[in-house]
């Protein structure tokens, strides 16, 4: 029972370059979160999805696509990595009472 | 616009004490009010959640106060250990509108022996 799954766990990029985060559950959760956190700044909502094939913008969405072709899977896409994009991103999947498991993290250093 | 407030932003407790953090939000429209732990690597995991119908929720060591007219809410954590040393989050949500939480700014506890 792995829960919720990111990967990679950690990756550098160069400004300019693009990249996919990829978050897995396996608890058949229908809503699905993108978070960012930052020192000082507590977790950002970046883009959620309330199902299959669906997406929203969160608080944070600029530089950043989503996709959920699959139930279980929910992909972070940054098309043209910035400096201020340097940063750790959850994901996480919503429960039936409401609450949300996290995945481990995904730390994103953009040079 | 920050929604929930969060204070203080680190805390240090001596063993046996009781670690407070305090918590207060804008929205009237949320329903859902959960505290996370977070320990360094890892992602957040939920620790305890109250809904404003109840002024106090408690697990363990770990009690959450609520105070609806002041929209407000605590966390206590009562006889604090070494291994409550984590960074806590409260949250709050409108379970109504997608589950979207949102969170404080984050404490970061250090209990000391």
């Known amino acids: 029972n792995a829960g919720v799954t990111q990967t990679p766990k950690f990756r550098v990029l160069k400004t300019g370059q693009s990249m996919t985060l990829l978050c897995a559950q396996d608890?058949?959760?229908?809503?699905m979160y993108w978070y960012r956190q930052d020192p000082g700044m507590g977790l950002r909502l970046i883009h959620y999805?309330?199902?299959?094939?669906?997406?929203a913008k969160g608080e944070v969405p600029d530089g950043y696509n989503v996709s959920r072709l699959k139930k279980q899977n929910f992909l972070l896409g940054l098309e043209s990595a910035a400096p201020s994009q340097t940063s750790v991103y959850f994901c996480?999947?919503?429960?039936?009472?409401?609450?949300?498991?996290f995945g481990e993290g995904s730390r994103l250093t953009v040079l | 616009q920050q929604q929930v407030k969060q204070s203080p932003q680190s805390l240090i407790v001596q063993k046996g004490g009781i670690s407070i953090i305090n918590c207060a939000y804008e929205n009237t429209a949320f329903d859902y009010f959960p505290w996370y732990q977070q320990f360094p690597g890892k992602g957040p995991a939920l620790l305890i959640a109250?809904?404003?119908?109840?002024s106090e929720k408690k697990e363990g060591r770990f009690t959450i106060s609520f105070n609806k007219s002041a929209k407000q809410f605590s966390l206590h954590i009562m006889d604090s250990q070494p291994g409550d040393s984590a960074t806590y989050f409260c949250?709050?949500?409108?379970?109504?509108?997608?589950?979207?939480?949102?969170f404080g700014t984050g404490t970061r506890l250090q209990v000391t022996l």
């Open positions: 996480a999947s919503r429960g039936a009472a409401g609450e949300l498991f």
């Open positions: 109250i809904r404003p119908d109840v």
């Open positions: 999805s309330v199902g299959e094939g669906t997406t």
């Open positions: 949250a709050a949500v409108n379970t109504g509108t997608a589950s979207k939480l949102t």
């Open positions: 608890m058949n959760h229908e809503y």
